[in-house]
T-cell receptor
Framework: KAGVTQTPRYLIKTRGQQVTLSCSPI?????VSWYQQTPGQGLQFLFE???????NKGNFPGRFSGRQFSNSRSEMNVSTLELGDSALYLC????????????FGSGTRLTVV | EDQVTQSPEALRLQEGESSSLNCSYT??????LFWYRQDPGKGPEFLFT???AGEEKEKERLKATLTKKESFLHITAPKPEDSATYLC???????????????FGKGMKLTVNP
């Protein structure tokens, strides 16, 4: 059974650019959540999508956005990149997002220079 | 707002030396408490979900327990391969009966020396 796939694994971008990260959930999973992980703040919730609708949103600026497609694949976009956006971005999928274990991908390591 | 505090932040053990990791939480209506293990450069790996006070779950050398305010991850006779960062997270309920986002603690880095 394939796990959660995130692409790309590594990314280097320049301040001011924008970036799009991709997440393919486990087959049959309809909930996809995105997290930002940094050494200082730990794992912080960005947003969750369920059946193409944003169900929950964290406390991040509007530069961070996402969407989910009909096949449950999800993308996350960050515009006008700042140095502080450098982090490991993790995607997690779940059957419904309620009471079921969330399975994480290996993440995309974003470095902003 | 839901909060999770893990202690200690880091722990060094000798192989075979049992110990416990603490996760204190505050949540408005607990939907579930989750334990994850994360190895360097990888995403968190799911270990357990606990739903109500008094519940316990075991997997190999790990045992997770839950009270109304805390969860403990007990590690019995650890091995070097148990070295990792252990993360605790809670998911609360919304006023409408739905589920809140997962809120994570900052993790506890465990090192087991041979």
């Amino acid at each position: 059974k394939a796990g959660v796939t995130q692409t790309p694994r590594y990314l280097i971008k320049t301040r001011g650019q924008q970036v799009t990260l991709s997440c393919s959930p486990i087959s049959g999973h309809r909930s996809v959540s995105w997290y930002q992980q940094t050494p200082g703040q730990g794992l912080q919730f960005l947003f969750e999508y369920f059946s193409e609708t944003q169900r929950n949103k964290g406390n991040f600026p509007g530069r961070f956005s996402g969407r989910q497609f009909s096949n449950s694949r999800s993308e996350m976009n960050v515009s006008t990149l700042e140095l502080g956006d450098s982090a490991l971005y993790l995607c997690a999928s779940s059957l419904t997002g309620e009471n079921y274990g969330y399975t994480f991908g290996s993440g995309t390591r974003l470095t902003v220079v | 707002e839901d909060q999770v505090t893990q202690s200690p932040e880091a722990l060094r053990l000798q192989e075979g030396e049992s110990s416990s990791l603490n996760c204190s939480y505050t949540v408005s209506g607990l939907r579930g408490l989750f334990w994850y293990r994360q190895d360097p450069g990888k995403g968190p790996e799911f270990l357990f979900t606990l739903y109500s006070a008094g519940e316990e779950k075991e997997k190999e050398r790990l045992k997770a327990t839950l009270t109304k305010k805390e969860s403990f991850l007990h590690i019995t006779a650890p091995k070097p391969e148990d070295s990792a960062t252990y993360l605790c997270a809670v998911q609360g309920t919304t006023s409408g009966g739905g589920s809140e986002k997962l809120v994570f603690g900052k993790g506890m880095k465990l090192t087991v020396n041979p």
